[in-house]
């Protein structure tokens, strides 16, 4: 056999076994809407086996195996992963992590905050005993106020009571400020529940991404692994130049150094999912990718105006707001009279014969009227008008944020769209490329500097894809988010 009739061989060894190890591609979830990303994605997953029809395709663990969730549950052992749908992570963060438990638990001291308020409405019962010896029946006490009133010898107990008749709606107004300011705590605990639910969702989408880039590094490693073998070997026949050996473990190096980041983005990315989970220590993880999430229906001025309907921390702002006004009330009435009834009875079983009758009691009607103090109530009154103005603005001031929010996720949403579209392409594209570059370079009809570039925007091509599949779940999930689904 000559030496044309080797090259030859050796090239259609060369092209048949180099073009099956580049094809290989990686596995992925359809899109929510049809596209021509879905198409590629389908494609794409069915060049590496395709799962049961109506079953998700489970995504990889950390270690590279893939995630059964039909499998028995081996969480009795303390190392068995932890296999997590995105519904599952988000139920686990509410229950475990302790920032939900401090918003809730705030509500409740804030609750208990507003009943102590409304305890001014109810009497004030007091029961009262006193046992009494003097030197000198009679004496009287001279010194530490103006009156000086006699001290018997005496043993008696009794009971005081107060009630409040009206201070001309005072009270009622600090009532229902505190009531107002229960109910705001109530909302920011569920802002925070749903700003925790937000990062498990972005946590979750992050560390899905991760994993797949991990498959796809370690396909870009094997593949060049195999084209530095065949090239060492056509250059050991004397087939191709040291050059072309040199550049093939160059591209080799290059994917080794993919390979590490991407595993080391991968331990940071459920590092990052583990806290936002509230998960006390870090146990190996399994995700399983179920079915990505649907957009919101509507133009982006309906769904600012769902988002300002349903976002709690909006509801929140204006309850404070609201709370803000009836204190401002209650400060301003705090200059008008407060009017209380008073009682007290009780006996004297042991008493100076001076005192009278074993028994006693009386009833009466008390007036406060404020004169002077110091202007201190018209300064209460003035600082609460400026806080509720504050309090005004403030509301003012989410809303614009909140509509702001919802414009650019929802810009945000149709961009990863259509990026994941051209990623689709790209990614088609630059497997052709890589095939002809591959069959040119085979045929000696190229460089491997060629065939290099083409590698590099095939691998390029395929983080591209699967960076933009994800980006787009996670900008679907930040605008149900920012509208407060």
């Known amino acids: 056999m000559n030496s044309t009739s080797s090259v030859f061989v050796l090239s259609a060894i060369f092209l048949i076994s180099g073009s099956q190890a580049i094809c290989q591609t990686i596995p992925a979830a359809p899109l929510p809407a049809p596209s021509v990303a879905a198409t590629n994605w389908s494609r794409l997953q069915s060049s590496q086996g395709s799962t049961e029809p109506g079953k998700p395709s489970p ?40 920032r939900i438990t401090i918003a809730a638990l705030s509500a409740l001291a804030s609750k208990e905050a507003a009943r102590q308020v409304k305890a001014a409405f109810y009497p004030t019962i007091s029961i009262n005993a006193t046992g009494v010896t003097t030197f000198r029946d009679g004496n009287r006490i001279t010194a530490g106020a103006l ?3 006699s001290v018997f010898d005496r043993a008696a107990s009794g009971a005081t009571a107060s009630q409040l008749i009206t201070d001309f709606g005072r009270t009622r107004n600090f009532s229902s400020a505190a009531n107002l300011h229960a109910q705001a705590t109530e909302q920011n605990a569920v802002a925070t529940r749903e700003q925790i639910v937000f990062t498990v969702d972005q946590t979750f989408y992050n560390a899905l991404s991760t994993d797949v880039l991990v498959k796809v590094a370690e396909q870009t490693v094997r593949s060049r692994q195999v084209l530095v073998d065949q090239v060492q070997a056509l250059e050991k026949a004397k087939l191709r130049s040291a050059l072309d050996l040199s550049f093939a473990n160059v591209s080799l190096a290059q994917a080794q150094l993919l390979l590490v980041d991407a595993k080391s983005n991968r331990d940071a990315a459920y590092a990052n999912l583990a806290e936002a ?20 229906a509507g133009t982006v001025d309906q769904v600012i105006q769902m988002a300002l309907a349903n976002r709690p921390d909006v509801k929140a702002f204006e309850l404070e707001h609201s709370s803000a006004e009836h204190l401002m009330t209650a400060e301003e009435r705090l200059q008008l009279p407060d009017i209380s009834a008073l009682g007290t009875t009780g006996i004297t079983p042991v008493a100076s014969n001076r005192l009278g009758t074993n028994t006693y009691g009386a009833v009466g009607v008390n007036v406060h009227i404020p004169v002077f103090n110091g202007f201190l109530f018209s300064s209460r009154a003035a600082e609460a008008k400026y806080r509720a103005r504050a309090a005004a603005e403030s509301v003012r001031d989410i809303k614009d944020t909140v509509a702001r929010q919802v414009r650019v996720a929802y810009l945000n949403v149709n961009s990863t769209f259509e990026r994941e579209n051209v990623a689709a392409k790209l990614l088609d594209q ?24 083409a590698q590099l925007q095939q691998t390029e091509a395929e983080i591209s894809t699967v960076t933009a599949k994800y980006q787009y779940e996670l900008a679907v999930a930040a605008l149900s988010y920012q509208a407060g689904r």
């Open 59 to 98: 995504s990889p663990d950390r270690n590279g195996t893939a995630a059964n969730p039909g499998s028995p549950d081996s969480s009795s052992s303390q190392n068995a992963p932890l296999k997590l749908s995105l519904h599952d992570a988000e139920q686990m963060a509410i229950k475990n992590h302790p």
């Open 147 to 149: 009156n000086n009133p």
């Open 277 to 296: 989970l509230g998960l006390p220590s870090e146990r190996p993880i399994e995700l399983v990718d179920l079915q990505a999430p649907q957009p919101l």
């Open 430 to 453: 630059a497997t052709l490329s890589l095939n002809l570059a591959q069959a040119r370079y085979n045929l000696g009809l190229s460089s491997i500097v060629e065939l290099s570039q």
